[in-house]
Structure formats: C-alpha cells, structure tokens
C-alpha cells in the first residue's frame, strides 16, 4: 500500500503537504489538492473516507490504548469518547497490550483509515523513536497521554507520578512504619525506582527481600508476590503496590496467610480504580485526576483539527492526592 511519503516524493511537495491536502485544510490550494488526490488515487491510497466524512459533518479519531483490563484506562477512554461523541465525531479504537509493534501497527493503520486527528495513550520508555518516524510520515495532530516519555514536539499530558509516589511512601512514613516493601509487575519499573529515590529520600532502610517484581500482572501479581514475601517469615510492616490491582492481591494473600490488614500489615495502592472503596477493606490509594487527563487531551485534539493554523505545543502535569481509607494505619508498638 502506498504511503504519504512516496504520494509527496511523486508529487514532489513535503508530507505534510499532502497530509493536508487529503485533510482538505484550507492551507493547500486547489490545484496541488487535486494533483495529490490524482496521485493518491492512482497509488490506490485510501484517502477517500477522510474527504467523506468531513463533508457530511462528521469525523473519525483514533485512539491507541494499552488496554482497558484495568478501570485506570477504561476511565480514560470513557472521557475521551464523551468529549468527542459531544463535538460530533467518533472513535476508532486499537488495544496494544503494551506491545510497541501492535503500538506502530495502529499508527499506521489508523492514518490509512483516515481518521482526523489520534490520542496516543502509551507506557512505552522508548516511544520517542516512533514519534520522530510519525512527524516524518504526516501533520495529522496527534496528542500523547504518557507517563514516560518527554517531547516538545506533541502535546502530552501525564500525571505526576514521583510525586504520587512519595505522597503514597511518606503517609506510611508518618504512619510509623520503617519496614516498607513494593510489588509490581515489569511494566511498572518506573515506579519501583521512583520508591527507592523516595526512600533514600526519607533515610529508610531497604530490603531487597521486600521489594518484589514479576512478569504476571493485576491481582495474580500482587497475590503471588506478597505470598512469596510472607513464606519468608521476615515481613515488612507496609506494602506498596505498584497500582490498586496488585494491591488487591497482595490484600488477599495476607489474609490467606492468616493475618489481617491493617493490623499486621498495611497495604496501600496507586490509581483510586472503582473498586477501591468497596473493597474489604477499603483501600487507600494516590488518585489521579484521570478523567480530567481523557477531557483535557480531547479537547486540545480537537483545536488543532478544527484550526489548522494552532500550533501550540502543551505539556501539562497534572497533580495527583492521596485518599486515606482502611487498608493503612499506624504501625503496632
């Protein structure tokens, strides 16, 4: 299938040219659309749909999303389909499992679909290179919501996660305790660093036993590696876990050994998914102003649909809180 780089090298115009061009911007003028819509059309490029779609009223976002096992990412693709539904477009959806090939994949097959603008959600650590080959490629605007990543060339909001991180190590620290472990999955590295930095921060002591990784992920993940943290017999106090899930799991594990919590170990979580206040006990979590990441990236996406000539590039880090529940106390003299 041909590409927007081989349309513009015939064309002998830039990509961008062309992207806009098969947008029908008002930055291109009428002759060089209808040269490169010939061009595109004896390549049998699918630019048509894009075309179609604006002139009934309507368009077409992509979103990439990891997943949405998890209530964090379903939360942020809920907001993300409201804003948009409510401006009269709609949304096409790819899940990546975190797989940085399914993640180029859809890029791809979202530009041939034509839709107008994507919303990049990604844990990738090593996504710049997929962007600097997507700047390349086309102009369609593209907004990132991602936690590991900094560009100056997309627009990109994150939550800040060191900062939840520590709110979530220094409640356990005021709440006396000094044996603090982590658990999490390998696609939550990121956080266990940032815990070492806090703690180091704080002068406490760690304890490799206590702080765990594995390749399961959700409550399997938080079940198996806290069972194995307690069949050592040396135990910490206080469990972080690298998200609300894992922090379930490792919930249950210490009940299925006999103990409770908070009593004989406190366990708090990251993300406030739903079930988080339901839970027995209710679990204290670092929110994050999720929905608030979903409104404020579909929204800048659509400026720079509707306003060609918009070419603001915005960073925003948006602050999370911690919300105290059951699953934390004081430690036990």
């Known amino acids: 299938m041909a590409t927007l780089k081989e349309i513009a090298e015939i064309a002998g115009v830039n990509v961008s040219t062309v992207s806009k061009a098969l947008r029908d911007s008002s930055d291109i003028n009428e002759e060089t659309k209808l040269k490169i819509s010939r061009i595109a059309g004896e390549l049998n490029y699918k630019h048509g749909i894009i075309k179609r779609k604006m002139s009934n009223g309507f368009g077409t976002i992509g979103v990439i999303c990891p997943e949405i096992a998890s209530d964090y990412y379903a939360q942020i693709i809920r907001k993300i389909e409201d804003e948009i539904k ?4 709609f949304c096409i959806i790819g899940f990546t499992d975190f797989d ?13 679909a034509g839709v107008q603008g994507i919303i990049f959600i990604s844990e990738n650590p090593e996504l710049n290179s997929v962007l600097l ?31 939840g991180i520590k709110l979530a190590v220094e409640h356990l620290i005021r709440a006396g305790h000094k044996d603090i472990g ?7 590295c990121a956080r266990l660093d940032t815990f070492v930095k806090v703690m180091q921060e704080n002068n406490m002591k760690l304890n490799k036993k206590w702080m765990q990784t594995g390749r399961e992920r959700f409550e399997k993940c938080g079940y198996e590696l806290m069972g194995g943290i307690l ?13 609300d899930d894992i922090a379930i799991g490792a919930i249950k594990a210490i009940h299925d050994h ?3 919590v908070p009593d004989d170990i406190s366990v708090i979580g990251i993300d406030n998914i739903r079930v988080a206040s ?5 679990i204290t979590t670092v929110a994050g102003p999720v929905e608030e990441m979903g409104k404020i990236a579909a929204k800048l996406l ?14 925003v880090m948006l602050q999370p809180a911690l919300i105290r529940r059951k699953s934390t106390a004081e430690k036990r003299l």
């Open 258 to 260: 006999g103990m409770a």
């Open 278 to 282: 339901y839970y027995n006990p209710e």
């Open 86 to 89: 409510g401006e009269g477009y």
């Open 182 to 188: 982590y658990i999490g999955d390998e696609l939550s």
């Open 100 to 112: 940085a090939e399914k993640e180029q994949y859809y890029l791809r097959n979202l530009l041939d």
């Open 231 to 243: 069949k050592n017999g040396d135990m910490p106090t206080a469990i972080l876990g690298a998200y």
């Open 302 to 315: 659509l400026k720079k649909i509707k306003d060609d000539c918009y070419k603001v590039v915005q960073n």
């Open 133 to 163: 080959e997507y700047k390349k490629d086309t102009s369609i605007p593209l907004v990132l919501i991602a936690q590991n990543t900094e560009t100056r060339e997309f627009d990109c909001i994150k939550i800040d996660d060191g900062y």
